[in-house]
């Protein structure tokens, strides 16, 4: 079955420091890919999405690209702020499934400090 | 626009009592899904569905839990008789179409 497999946390990080998260997904077909944001006490949102091979999805100087073959979807981010702090995850959307419903990774805890 | 909205944000049962989530969709999305976080872990999918049907409850436990989303009206995920194990953050998501998911902030639900 599909499933989505992210670098464990926490991620701590100083200001201005380089951000990589990894994430690997296993789909049968081609599966879009997501990576969403989650704060303290809210709920998920968008950061960024690619939906077919070599994609590049960026968004708020957050990027990540769709690697078929290495089945990878990297988030990166040159110069984090403390105000990047959050729960990050990754997640897959197999337009073969006809509900489309998302399946996520357990999410990684990124804390930037000062 | 306002965005999806769930109420309540907190919600205390104690064992064995029921616990309804309500889930108002964005203006003009008739796609809804409901999924579950368990402290730590990442959402799980329970269930999808359009204005009036269940297209896909495959995440949905079998006994206890069920959810609607009726012509008019929020769409409801209820639990009954709930347990310890209930304990998580339920979060709806809705759609336009069959792409992009806009997420609610979530109930969360603790079971005494």
């Known amino acids: 079955g599909n499933s989505v497999t992210q670098m464990e946390g926490p991620v701590t990080l100083s200001e201005e420091a380089f951000l990589t998260i990894n994430c690997t997904y296993t789909a049968t077909g081609y599966p879009s890919l997501f990576w969403y944001v989650q704060y303290p006490g809210e709920g998920l949102q968008l950061l960024l999405k690619?939906?077919?091979?070599?994609d590049k999805g960026s968004n708020k100087g957050f990027e990540a690209t769709y690697r078929k073959e290495t089945t990878s979807f990297h988030l990166e981010k040159g110069s984090v702020q403390v105000s990047d702090s959050a729960v990050y995850f990754c997640?897959?959307?197999?337009?073969?499934?006809?509900?489309?419903?998302?399946?996520f990774g357990s999410g990684t805890r990124l804390l930037v400090r000062p | 626009n306002a965005g999806v909205m769930q109420n309540p944000r907190h919600l205390v049962r104690r064992r064995g009592q029921e616990a309804r989530l309500r889930c108002s969709p964005m203006k003009g999305h008739s796609h809804v899904y409901w999924y579950r976080q368990l402290p730590e872990e990442g959402l799980k999918f329970m269930v999808y569905l359009q204005k009036e049907n269940i297209i896909d409850e495959s995440g949905m436990p079998k006994e206890r839990f069920s959810a609607e989303f009726p012509k008019e009206g929020p769409s409801i995920l209820r639990i009954q008789q709930v347990v310890r194990g209930d304990s998580a953050a339920y979060f709806c998501?809705?759609?336009?179409?069959?792409?992009?998911?806009?997420f609610g902030p979530g109930t969360r639900l603790t079971v005494l």
């Open positions: 998501a809705s759609s336009p179409d069959d792409n992009e998911q806009f």
């Open positions: 690619a939906t077919k091979a070599d």
């Open positions: 997640a897959l959307s197999d337009p073969g499934d006809s509900s489309y419903k998302l399946i």
